[in-house]
């Protein structure tokens, strides 16, 4: 199989993690027989400081012209003090998204078995299981309304719109993804608050009735979920949430799982194409030292190989081989180890070929 994967590391620990992530995409290659083109092209701090743009034009057209986007992070203080519409976060993430499509965040999270001791959460909680999904709205809700400022600075107002077309793509993603893992939704809102909400709560119901009679679905107040992730996580298959909760929520359970560095995620808009990248930022703190968790970036070239080249096999043999990697022993700092970004992500690649020798 012949594909071309836009890559874009971006800044702070953006360009080690990436690096790992493109070396196992490689083993892949070799091991499978597949040609795998990389079109490695600037954006963030990186790319501004470069041309004066967080995402230039051919940024942008690369990835258009790509079949899947990796992406490290974006971000960082010495961007910090740019004008909001020109900062990392918002110029190059909100645009990307918005302009490639990108409507559906799916972000799954899970406490690896020989990584139980690293959840801050009691053993008899982790020991019930903990394999969730959360399916974020992407392009819609409090991050694309519109944002003012009164002309006297003294108030401001965040627009949080969504229509019944976007709910509906958004629920069906979820009751796919359902249907597939353990069949069950749980919708997030604020619905005893905001007309939003209740407009979430009719369509998911009605899409569930109408396309998705077998999958089991409920609803929660997301103050209740946030809660609820932390008593007993293992209540939750897939998780249904807006732009902001999904957000949030999804970052909790990271924190369950053990550490940040191990989430992935997928960004689709349904046919196929995606851009994929690490939950987490680009950890400026750490940023140069080498000591960086490549495993969430790994894992996002998992999700890559799965979801927009349909290679189930290749995208099983990587989180074979990250999970061999950490039942070896694999860990860097974050998860209590000394091990270097570029050992963790060599690690996986050994895992990897001893794997394919093994079949
Ligand atoms: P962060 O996720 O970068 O870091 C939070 C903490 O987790 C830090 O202590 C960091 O060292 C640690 N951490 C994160 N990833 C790690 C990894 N792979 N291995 C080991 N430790 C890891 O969040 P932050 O500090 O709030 O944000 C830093 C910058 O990143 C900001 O500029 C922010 O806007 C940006 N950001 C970008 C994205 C993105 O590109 N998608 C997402 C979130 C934040």
Redesign the pocket.
Known sequence: MKKTIAVLA?D??GPE?VAEAVKVLKAVAAAYGHDFIFDEQPVGGAAYDAVGDCLPDATLAACRAADAVLLG????PKWDALPPAQRP?RRA?LTLRKELGLFANLRPAKVWPCLKDASPLRREIVDAGVDLLVVRELTGGLYFGAHRRAADGRSAVDELPYAVDEIERIARVAFAAAAARRGRVTCVDKANVLATSRLWRETVQRVHDAEHPAVALDFLYVDNAAMQLVRAPGRFDVILTDNLFGDILSDEASQITGS??MLPSASLRGDGFGLY??I???????AGTGV??PL?TILSAALLLRHSFGLAAEADAVEAAVGAALDAGAR?A?LGGRLGCAAAGAAVCAALHAGRREI
Do not use: R
Not at 73 to 76: E, K, L, N
């Open positions: 971006g702070g620990i993690i992070a974006v971000g960082g976060e993430l940040i560095g990248e690490p987490h930022g680009s950890a400026p703190d750490i960086a968790n969430a860097t974050d």
